[in-house]
């Protein structure tokens, strides 16, 4: 199994989640690892709204180097 917001691979749990692309009206389920999870923000209906269903949730975290 693979996570969809973090894209790792080999995870031993993973919840399904269902994502709601506003522009388009399209639902579609993912699986998401427990880490994940809780960073997500969910609607009434318990449903991740994105911009685009090809897009992960969760902003990527930009690391100073």
Do not use: G
Not at 39 to 55: M, Q, T
Request: hydrophobic content about 35%; aromatic content about 8%.
């Amino acid at each position: 199994m693979k996570c969809w917001e973090c894209k790792r691979k080999d995870i031993p749990r993973a919840s399904l989640v269902f994502y709601y692309d506003i522009k388009h009206d399209i639902v579609m389920p993912r699986d998401v690892c427990d880490n994940c999870l809780p960073k997500l923000k969910f609607n009434k209906l318990h449903h991740v709204e994105v911009d685009n269903i090809r897009k992960t949730s969760i902003k990527k975290e930009v690391t100073n180097v």
